[in-house]
C-alpha cells in the first residue's frame, strides 16, 4: 500500500481525498477509495496493465472480511488521526490486498460508445 502522489501501477495506492467517493455500485457515499492494479486483456489477447479505482462502501463491501473490518473500524473511530494511523493502517493494508477492480461490463460500454455517437451523453 502506498498513498504518494506518482501512481505505481503494482501496488495499491489509496487516495486522500477531502470528501467520500462515491460508490460506483450504489451510487451511495463511500468510505475510502484506492487505486488497486489490474489486468486486461486487449483484442489482440495482450495483458495490458493497468490501475482502477475501488471504493470501500459500507452497503456494498459489508459482507466481505476485510472490508468489513475496516467499515467497522471507520464507524467506531470516524477518521484516521495522527494516533490511530498505525491501527488503520493495518486495517486498510489487509483490505487493500483482497480488493479487485471489477471486470469490464463491455454491454454497458457498448452502450456508453453507443450514447456517444448518437450525441446523448
Do not use: K, Y
Request: a negative charge; charged letters at 20%; proline letters at 7%.
Amino acid at each position: 500500500m502506498t498513498t504518494n502522489s506518482t501512481p505505481d501501477p503494482s501496488r495499491v495506492e489509496v487516495i486522500l481525498a477531502a470528501e467520500s467517493p462515491e460508490c460506483g455500485r450504489c451510487g451511495q457515499e463511500g468510505i475510502l477509495s484506492a487505486r488497486v492494479p489490474h489486468h486486461l486483456v486487449n483484442a489482440r489477447n495482450e495483458t495490458v496493465p493497468g490501475t482502477g479505482i475501488v471504493v470501500l462502501c459500507p452497503r456494498c463491501d459489508i459482507g466481505q472480511p476485510e472490508a468489513g473490518a475496516l467499515i467497522a473500524w471507520f464507524t467506531v473511530h470516524g477518521e484516521v488521526t495522527s494516533e490511530n494511523v498505525e491501527q488503520v493502517a493495518e486495517l486498510i493494508d489487509a483490505w487493500a490486498s483482497v480488493a479487485r477492480v471489477p471486470p469490464l461490463d463491455e454491454a454497458a460500454l457498448e452502450a456508453e460508445i453507443q450514447a456517444w455517437r448518437e450525441d446523448d451523453l
